[in-house]
């Protein structure tokens, strides 16, 4: 037997505890400090101790927000010895209805022998002093267009409970007989020619059982007459009078008849963002029933996106009025103008205004819309309840205004959470994972196109994230100020999109070829002309030549051909077209000589002149034969032709016709020669 902790509650006033039924225990939920704190998913027994006297109250739960400060609980469904102890303390809208049959008299659960007890027994239990509740206020009262009207509050039951009776069970009708079609010729009203004959209902209300408050997680049991609507929608195999019985939406009863549950969670383990995206990515259209604290909400879907919702208890903010008065242009008086109006024509409120002429119809799907994210955004920070999805694709026709975008609301909702974080907080949390590889989750990469991203945010999401930068990298390469890239790729993983990683794994090959490829591609963009060749602007034809080769070498195919694909071969072609791009512009002399001219003037090209002329006497005298042609080389590529020139090239032209210079090899000369550069800047530039 499972031990199971109990722990006392004592509230002092009969109005703490009608506010705590009110505030959290109607809504299936118990929020207060219990020590020790409890782990989440503890299963816990209450014990509410009322400090003026009278019956206590049992109830039993999950703990699914642990803290030190108040833990929340989500209860089981009411017993009803809980029910007429509450009853006793004056909240008569905790009665049981009369579903539960006669009410046994109030009996404290036996504990487990491992389990601490009250104060009747030897080790006395945790008893906690209520903490004062926070106030909530109190909703609009304005009911929401095409809600379910409210069901009628429970019959009171006097203080000292007494045995209820089952409600006799009213007399069956005869089922009402049905007229065979009549032969043509027959009097005017008669059945049309082909018409199939009325089905008879073999169906009674005396055969239903009524649903207790608490079924609302169970179907009810199927019959004959109350059979589920098709996948499709467009047949049901029910008949009229027990269709016409349904209470409607967001009622057990017509959640019976949604077509198949396709899937199914709890918000315990997984939260209503992720439920949308892997919604969103399925392209889902139906309806997802959602049941919390016993509050219930349908969303439905078109393409992944919700579209409308129908609630049983709509908070502040999720009313269509909220909607509608804080955009559209619509006093107060004459919201409960069509309010009025749509109590005595049955015309849906919002609906009504449009038939007035008071708003458009565009206006009213723009405001259906604005509720749809308000709910929405609301339900991200849901942490307990249910959920379950019915394919439906009736939601496409019935529901014609534009969806909301699904992606740019989650979206700005992380972004808003992360902006609540201060740098010193972004800072302390990322430190631990500097060293750790960004990488893209698999069955979310698609969506990453799809996100409405601009400018650095979009470069580091579409360029660099599949790559598998690591955090330190991605500061360097990111193109975003520290602390706002930190923030983004925060933002980016708590939405699912990237994940960290110590270990690329199978992957490490792959990403490392494209990080060294992408920084290549940035340094051949950035650097321009010769540099990018890897070449000084003194250079000559045939090292601009060498310079492109050596580019292309290193990024050859076939020394990535066991990890390539697409992205590698894109990166590969765009380093190829760039290193094109430069060897066509200074493969000619003048081309070459149009490029020095923007870096350099007239002067400064007869300073070089001089210069290498110079370095390469040095050089021959040394016999440094391959460095020497080079310099010589560069005098006649640099000195431009005017007279004060005529004499360095004259001498350059005599020195290249000696044959230990003009057949030298450069080998491992190229130091040298970068060498002679550095000190040809170092003076003209």
Not at 102 to 120: C, F, H, L, M
Not at 194 to 199: D, V
Not at 251 to 256: H, K, M, R, V
């Given at each position: 037997?499972?031990?199971?902790?109990?722990?006392?509650v004592?509230?002092?006033?009969?109005?703490?505890?009608?506010?705590?039924?009110?505030?959290?225990?109607?809504?299936?939920?118990?929020?207060?400090?219990?020590?020790?704190?409890?782990?989440?998913?503890?299963?816990?027994?209450?014990?509410?101790?009322?400090?003026?006297?009278?019956?206590?109250?049992?109830?039993?739960?999950?703990?699914?927000?642990?803290?030190?400060?108040?833990?929340?609980?989500?209860?089981?469904?009411?017993?009803?010895?809980?029910?007429?102890?509450?009853?006793?303390?004056?909240?008569?809208?905790?009665?049981?209805?009369?579903?539960?049959?006669?009410?046994?008299?109030?009996?404290?659960?036996?504990?487990?022998p491992?389990?601490?007890?009250?104060?009747?027994?030897?080790?006395?239990?945790?008893?906690?002093?209520?903490?004062?509740?926070?106030?909530?206020?109190?909703?609009?009262?304005?009911?929401?267009?095409?809600?379910?009207?409210?069901?009628?509050?429970?019959?009171?039951?006097?203080?000292?409970?007494?045995?209820?009776?089952?409600?006799?069970?009213?007399?069956?009708?005869?089922?009402?007989?049905?007229?065979?079609?009549?032969?043509?010729?027959?009097r005017?009203?008669?059945?049309?020619?082909?018409?199939?004959p009325?089905?008879?209902?073999?169906?009674?209300?005396?055969?239903?059982?009524?649903?207790?408050?608490?079924?609302?997680?169970?179907?009810?049991?199927?019959?004959?007459?109350?059979?589920?609507?098709?996948?499709?929608?467009?047949s049901?195999?029910?008949?009229?009078?027990s269709?016409?019985?349904?209470?409607?939406?967001?009622?057990?009863?017509?959640?019976?008849?949604?077509?198949?549950?396709?899937?199914?969670g709890?918000?315990?383990?997984?939260?209503?963002?992720?439920?949308?995206?892997?919604?969103?990515?399925?392209?889902?259209?139906?309806?997802?029933?959602?049941h919390?604290?016993?509050?219930?909400?349908?969303?439905?879907?078109?393409?992944?996106?919700?579209?409308?919702?129908?609630?049983?208890h709509?908070?502040?903010?999720?009313?269509l009025?909220?909607?509608?008065?804080?955009?559209?242009?619509?006093?107060?008086?004459?919201?409960?103008?069509?309010?009025?109006?749509?109590k005595?024509?049955?015309?849906?409120?919002?609906?009504?205004?449009?038939?007035?002429?008071?708003i458009?119809?565009?206006?009213?799907?723009?405001?259906?819309?604005?509720?749809?994210a308000?709910?929405?955004?609301?339900?991200?920070?849901?942490?307990?309840?249910?959920?379950?999805?019915?394919?439906?694709?009736?939601?496409?026709?019935?529901?014609?205004w534009?969806?909301?975008?699904?992606?740019?609301?989650?979206?700005?909702?992380?972004?808003?959470?992360?902006?609540?974080?201060?740098?010193?907080?972004?800072?302390?949390?990322?430190?631990?994972?500097?060293?750790?590889?960004?990488?893209?989750?698999?069955?979310?990469?698609?969506?990453?196109?799809?996100?409405?991203?601009?400018?650095?945010?979009?470069?580091?999401?579409?360029?660099?994230?599949?790559?598998?930068?690591?955090?330190?990298e991605?500061?360097?390469?990111?193109?975003?100020?520290?602390?706002?890239?930190?923030?983004?790729?925060?933002?980016?993983?708590?939405?699912?999109?990237?994940?960290?990683?110590?270990?690329?794994?199978?992957?490490?090959?792959?990403?490392?070829?494209?990080?060294?490829?992408?920084?290549?591609?940035?340094?051949?963009q950035?650097?321009?002309?010769?540099?990018?060749?890897?070449?000084?602007?003194?250079?000559?034809?045939?090292?601009?030549?060498?310079?492109?080769?050596?580019?292309?070498?290193?990024?050859?195919?076939?020394?990535?051909?066991?990890?390539?694909?697409?992205?590698?071969?894109?990166?590969?072609?765009?380093?190829?077209?760039?290193?094109?791009?430069?060897?066509?512009?200074?493969k000619?002399?003048?081309g070459?000589?149009?490029?020095?001219?923007?870096?350099?003037?007239?002067?400064?090209?007869?300073?070089?002149?001089?210069?290498?002329?110079?370095?390469?006497?040095?050089?021959?005298?040394?016999?440094?034969?391959?460095?020497?042609?080079?310099c010589?080389?560069?005098?006649?590529?640099?000195?431009?032709?005017?007279?004060?020139?005529?004499?360095?090239?004259?001498?350059?032209?005599?020195?290249?016709?000696?044959?230990?210079?003009?057949?030298?090899?450069?080998?491992?000369?190229?130091?040298?020669?970068?060498?002679?550069?550095?000190?040809?800047?170092?003076?003209?530039?």
């Amino acid at each position: 037997m499972v031990s199971v902790r109990v722990v006392q509650v004592v509230y002092d006033d009969i109005s703490e505890l009608q506010k705590i039924w009110r505030l959290y225990l109607k809504h299936g939920a118990l929020v207060t400090r219990i020590l020790p704190v409890p782990e989440k998913g503890e299963r816990l027994a209450v014990q509410i101790r009322p400090g003026w006297g009278g019956d206590e109250i049992y109830l039993t739960g999950t703990v699914v927000q642990p803290s030190s400060a108040m833990s929340v609980m989500q209860l089981d469904d009411l017993e009803i010895t809980a029910r007429v102890a509450l009853v006793s303390h004056g909240i008569e809208e905790a009665a049981p209805p009369p579903a539960f049959g006669a009410i046994p008299a109030v009996r404290a659960p036996e504990p487990s022998p491992e389990t601490v007890t009250g104060p009747a027994r030897e080790a006395p239990a945790e008893t906690i002093k209520a903490p004062e509740p926070v106030p909530i206020a109190a909703p609009e009262p304005v009911p929401i267009a095409a809600e379910p009207p409210k069901p009628r509050p429970p019959p009171t039951i006097p203080s000292t409970p007494k045995p209820i009776p089952p409600p006799p069970a009213p007399k069956p009708r005869p089922p009402p007989t049905i007229e065979s079609p009549k032969p043509a010729g027959a009097r005017p009203g008669r059945q049309r020619r082909g018409a199939r004959p009325m089905r008879q209902s073999g169906s009674s209300t005396a055969n239903r059982k009524p649903l207790s408050s608490g079924s609302f997680h169970k179907a009810p049991p199927s019959s004959p007459t109350l059979s589920r609507v098709s996948k499709t929608g467009e047949s049901v195999d029910m008949d009229a009078r027990s269709a016409s019985s349904l209470t409607g939406p967001v009622s057990p009863d017509t959640e019976a008849v949604l077509p198949e549950v396709a899937s199914k969670g709890d918000f315990g383990h997984e939260s209503w963002r992720d439920v949308l995206l892997d919604l969103f990515i399925e392209r889902a259209t139906g309806v997802i029933v959602i049941h919390a604290f016993r509050e219930n909400r349908w969303c439905y879907l078109v393409d992944g996106r919700p579209t409308h919702y129908l609630v049983d208890h709509a908070h502040p903010g999720e009313y269509l009025s909220d909607a509608i008065l804080k955009e559209c242009d619509v006093s107060a008086g004459q919201w409960t103008e069509a309010l009025v109006g749509s109590k005595i024509s049955g015309v849906a409120p919002g609906d009504y205004l449009v038939k007035r002429g008071v708003i458009t119809e565009r206006e009213l799907h723009e405001a259906l819309r604005r509720r749809a994210a308000a709910i929405t955004r609301n339900l991200l920070t849901a942490n307990f309840g249910r959920w379950t999805y019915h394919p439906w694709t009736p939601v496409r026709e019935l529901f014609t205004w534009e969806p909301i975008d699904v992606l740019p609301l989650i979206l700005s909702a992380e972004r808003a959470n992360m902006a609540r974080m201060t740098d010193d907080e972004i800072t302390k949390t990322t430190e631990p994972h500097l060293d750790k590889h960004v990488s893209l989750a698999p069955e979310r990469a698609d969506l990453l196109e799809q996100l409405p991203l601009e400018g650095a945010e979009r470069s580091l999401a579409r360029e660099l994230l599949p790559g598998g930068w690591t955090m330190k990298e991605l500061l360097v390469h990111g193109g975003l100020t520290e602390k706002d890239l930190l923030r983004f790729v925060w933002v980016l993983k708590a939405m699912g999109f990237v994940r960290l990683r110590t270990d690329e794994g199978s992957d490490s090959k792959r990403n490392r070829a494209e990080r060294k490829m992408y920084v290549a591609l940035k340094d051949i963009q950035r650097r321009k002309n010769f540099e990018a060749l890897h070449c000084h602007w003194t250079a000559i034809g045939s090292e601009v030549q060498e310079g492109h080769r050596k580019t292309l070498d290193e990024f050859n195919a076939s020394k990535f051909a066991g990890v390539m694909d697409p992205r590698l071969q894109d990166l590969l072609d765009r380093i190829r077209a760039r290193a094109d791009e430069l060897l066509m512009r200074l493969k000619t002399k003048k081309g070459r000589d149009s490029v020095r001219r923007s870096l350099v003037g007239e002067s400064q090209l007869i300073m070089a002149a001089d210069l290498m002329l110079k370095q390469g006497d040095m050089e021959a005298y040394k016999s440094n034969w391959g460095v020497a042609r080079v310099c010589y080389e560069r005098v006649i590529e640099l000195a431009p032709h005017i007279p004060e020139t005529q004499e360095a090239l004259k001498r350059a032209k005599e020195k290249l016709l000696d044959p230990a210079i003009s057949n030298a090899a450069l080998g491992t000369e190229l130091k040298a020669i970068d060498a002679v550069g550095a000190a040809v800047d170092k003076l003209v530039l």
